[in-house]
């Protein structure tokens, strides 16, 4: 067999281990793989090149995509699906690994649905994937996240002064709540849980009141108050191929709105890429290893329009479209939770 592999979407640290992995198990089984550049674009412009365990064996700590990536859509503009399709063919691929989050893993469960023969691995710092415990690039996203925030302790102490660190989360706020808490942040804001900004005033004032001589803040790109409008100007930026507005830097305006709100003096940190790069944990290394064997796994059975997943200390298989068709972001409940640390 000649099976494929693209990585979709925003890069992560764990996707070469994944692709080494991936061409380790199909070389075993005497098969053929093919590395399709830049995601969708790749199968869209025939692009690809042969990879082999001389080339990838050394990528295990590499952080980004050894295949580099991009956030085609195939389903954007008319023809280009078909266009797929016809270079899948031209390419003589049996099978496809894709690589990626909800979009990539939208477009692949399309095609399958055409009858492409394809399966899934999920990758996304967000952690937004459902019916797996863990996506590629989580783990590596939270550790970076959480030194941070401890180093920027010390100089919002040392100043007494008020500091907002916004990190990555479109639609989910997993990396805001495990870094915050991991790095002990006085509040943590979430897409998932309007806030009001007089609350948030009030209760850094109180928290002065009390005696304490500064504060720290994360936040989550995506926040948004509580009657739900969006006061940052997200209608106004650039969006993707798949209608997802530019985020990032929501972190200045809202320090800028503490300041005014509190009188405090207030400084911003916006991690932004910086958690998505570099090497990537160990945690993210095997992940990635251990879902590439279980794609290739899939393969073997022809279980199409399927995708590997982590539950548990189990890898196991799921459907794509019962993927697809739920939503995972921090349930309430844990939010409250951890609301007893916000003092």
């Known amino acids: ?25 199909v070389e075993d089984l005497g098969w053929e793989v093919i590395g399709i550049r830049r995601g ?56 496809l690994i894709a690589i990626g989050g909800d979009d990539t893993l939208t477009v692949a469960h399309k095609l399958a649905q055409r009858g492409l023969p394809i399966v899934g691995v999920p990758k996304t ?31 919002a102490a040392s100043h007494r002064r008020l500091m907002v660190v916004e990190v990555m989360g479109r639609d989910a706020g997993w990396v805001a709540i495990a870094s915050g808490l991991a790095g002990g942040a006085h509040l943590i804001l979430i897409p998932e849980v309007p806030y009001d900004l007089e609350e948030v005033a009030n209760f850094l004032l109180e928290r002065k009141a009390k005696g304490n ?12 108050p509580k009657d739900g409008t969006e006061p940052f100007g997200y209608e106004k930026r650039e969006v993707d191929a798949f209608g997802h507005v530019r985020l990032g830097g929501v972190g200045h305006v809202f320090a800028e709105l503490l300041e005014r709100k509190t009188g405090m003096e207030t400084r911003a940190t916006v991690l932004g890429h910086l958690i998505r790069s570099g090497p990537p944990t160990p945690f993210d290394r095997n992940l ?51 609301k007893l640390f916000f003092r």
């Open 1 to 25: 067999m000649r099976i494929g592999i693209l990585t979709g979407g925003g890069d992560a640290p764990g996707l070469n281990s994944c692709i080494r992995a991936a061409v380790a198990r």
């Open 40 to 95: 969708w674009a790749g199968l869209l412009e025939n692009d690809s090149l042969p990879l082999s365990w001389s080339l990838v064996e050394k990528t295990v700590s590499l952080g980004g995509t050894m295949l580099e990536t991009s956030r085609t859509n195939p389903f954007k503009r008319e023809g280009d699906d078909k266009r797929v399709m016809e270079n899948f063919e031209k390419m003589r691929l049996d099978a």
């Open 125 to 155: 710092m967000d952690n937004d994937v459902p019916l797996t415990d863990y996506t590629i690039g989580f783990d590596t996203a939270v550790n970076i996240s959480t030194e941070a925030i401890d180093r920027l302790h010390t100089t």
């Open 213 to 224: 001589t500064y504060s720290l803040i994360v936040v989550s790109e995506a926040i948004h």
């Open 288 to 338: 990635g290893t251990y879902l590439a064997l279980k794609a290739v796994e899939l393969i073997k059975e022809k279980k199409w329009d399927y995708m590997s997943a982590l539950r548990g200390t189990e890898y196991i298989s799921v459907d794509l479209g019962t993927v697809l068709s739920q939503t995972k972001r921090v349930p309430i409940e844990l939010y409250n939770q951890i």
